[in-house]
């Protein structure tokens, strides 16, 4: 059986200042039931989810990806994980399905103002790419207030040469990854105004502004909600949120990340943000597979990605009933 065009599935978005808990869980419905989650299911001979509620379709899903698709092998980070190879046709049509419910084709925004761009954080080659769009967006007319960068404090290993290759300076942190990046793409002045401090379990954070670029400019490596493990996207988008002071109530946000990674970080951000904040909420990602910084990730990774889109679809769906 060879690659079909599957038609594409529309994400659960919020709008800002509006209320739409029940079409977000008709959307959530219409992704977990689409063709192209069918047409997965089947590359890998599962059937049909049950007849039940939303819910329990859910917990069948992420149960499924558990068994089949957790390369992390529950807790390793995404550069450890090994996985398998397919033959080029069980490949397509993997890709197809997983490019249909989100994961590819995600680089270009629907709106053209937005009152704050928030670009999430990576390594090096990640930033590049990431700080990279979003100043093509913002340089094709995009309007935003504010340029954030979300990162974390987790420690980045032998990245410092790489970093100089690309003009960089010192990249001990994802933070300072993000930072580096960020500045150079948007030609930031060096000096920023910088706040530190740690939350009430002692887990630090910093923020670096730098309010002469144009939109101004700031980056936050955010504090871990978990002692002892790194910051992960929730805690970011928490941090930014409660530490930068830019009045997210109701703001109409855009996401920049990694086409792979758009579906859950969509869903953690409408879950956090537009649940929490009333956020209206957007996001775009690189395209991995052709980028010029980054290599196209394997199949497996992207099967990884589903599940991590299955498990925010589920938080999100908690979090409306």
């Not at 599935?9 to 079409?23: F, H, I, K, M, S």
């Not at 990576?122 to 207030?145: K, P």
């Not at 290759?165 to 105004?193: I, K």
Request: aromatic share 6%; proline share 7%; charged share 20%.
């Amino acid at each position: 059986m060879t690659a079909v065009a599957l038609p594409p599935v529309p994400l659960p978005t919020t709008v800002a200042g509006g209320d739409n808990r029940a079409e977000l869980a008709r959307a959530i419905a219409s992704w977990v039931d689409s063709p192209a989650m069918t047409a997965l299911l089947r590359e890998f001979r599962y059937g049909p989810l049950p007849d039940a509620p939303l819910g329990d379709r859910l917990a069948a899903l992420e149960k499924i990806s558990a068994e089949r698709w957790d390369y992390r092998a529950g807790n390793l980070e995404r550069h450890e994980a090994v996985g398998e190879r397919f033959d080029p046709a069980a490949d397509a049509r993997i890709r197809s399905a997983a490019g249909a419910l989100g994961l590819a084709d995600r680089s270009t925004p629907a709106g053209r103002r937005y009152d704050h761009v928030l670009v999430l954080g990576g390594g090096v080659r990640t930033m590049m790419a990431r700080a990279h769009l979003a100043a093509t967006i913002l340089r094709s007319g995009v309007g935003a207030g504010s340029v954030t960068g979300l990162g974390s404090l987790r420690l980045l290993h032998d990245q410092n040469d790489l970093a100089r290759q690309f003009g960089l300076g010192e990249c001990v942190t994802e933070g300072d990854a993000v930072d580096e990046a960020l500045r150079h793409v948007f030609d930031s002045p060096p000096r920023a105004d910088q706040r530190i401090g740690r939350t009430t379990t002692g887990e630090p954070w910093w923020i670096r502004s730098y309010p002469e670029t144009q939109p101004p400019l700031h980056v936050l490596a955010a504090p871990s909600s978990r002692p002892g493990e790194r910051a992960n996207t929730a805690d970011t988008l928490i941090g930014w949120a409660e530490l930068t002071g830019q009045a997210p109530a109701g703001a109409r946000l855009l996401l920049v990340t990694t086409d792979i990674f758009v579906p859950f970080q969509h869903c953690d951000a409408v879950r956090i943000l537009g649940l929490g904040y009333g956020c209206g909420v957007e996001t775009v990602g690189f395209a991995n597979l052709t980028d010029r910084w980054v290599q196209p990730a394997e199949t497996f990774a992207i099967l990884q990605e589903v599940r991590s889109a299955i498990r925010s679809m589920r938080a999100l769906h908690q979090a409306l009933t």
